[in-house]
């Protein structure tokens, strides 16, 4: 059993890796002016507005962990936990584009 401590220190390096990994990932999508140019191409496309582009990206996530919880993955270098992680960055991805455009 993980007592408190042990947990928050866990959460505490999950989040410092899914920071790093964030910073990685922004910098090959964005190409450093806008953090959202990727999310936003299926709005430029007139597929649907960003916000739901991101969403969409979170489903993909979510249905992956659901087949990663029946049967292991094919891709051993894109475990469950790596998809977890994907999953949380891209709500807090979605988290401040919300407060961002409410802003404006």
Do not use: H
């Amino acid at each position: 059993m993980m007592n408190q401590k042990e947990f928050i220190q866990e959460f505490k390096k999950m989040t410092e890796e899914m920071v790093t990994l964030v910073e990685k990932k922004n910098t090959d999508y964005s190409y450093g002016q806008d953090a959202y140019r990727n999310f936003k191409l299926c709005e430029q496309l007139g597929i649907c507005p960003t916000e739901k582009g991101i969403l969409v990206r979170m489903s993909d996530k979510m249905t992956r962990i659901a087949n990663l919880l029946e049967k292991d993955a094919e891709v051993k270098s894109e475990s469950i936990q790596d998809t977890l992680r994907d999953l949380s960055n891209y709500s807090l991805i979605l988290a401040i584009y919300l407060k961002q455009r409410q802003k404006k």
